[in-house]
């Protein structure tokens, strides 16, 4: 925790979203992935903004998204 906590300083919403994007990617890269929300009827901005841009998405991916309620 101590050596991501300079990093994290200063992360804005649009690069925290750039980098969850891009390590889907990387998962999903090497092997299928499954992406799992749950209480999607909770869910904050942020989380919602992470399924449009997953959702959104033009490029093939092995990545399945199951949302729960």
Do not use: F, Y
């Not at 050596?3 to 750039?18: D, S």
């Not at 998962?27 to 799992?36: T, Y």
Request: glycine share 4%; proline share 6%.
């Amino acid at each position: 925790p101590e050596a991501v906590r300079p990093r994290a300083q200063g992360a804005t919403r649009a690069r925290m979203l750039r980098e969850m994007l891009e390590a889907l990617d990387a998962i999903s890269g090497a092997a299928p992935a499954v992406l799992v929300l749950e209480d999607l009827h909770w869910a904050d901005d942020s989380t919602l903004d992470l399924l449009d841009a997953v959702l959104r998405r033009r490029d093939p991916a092995r990545l399945l998204v199951l949302g729960a309620r």
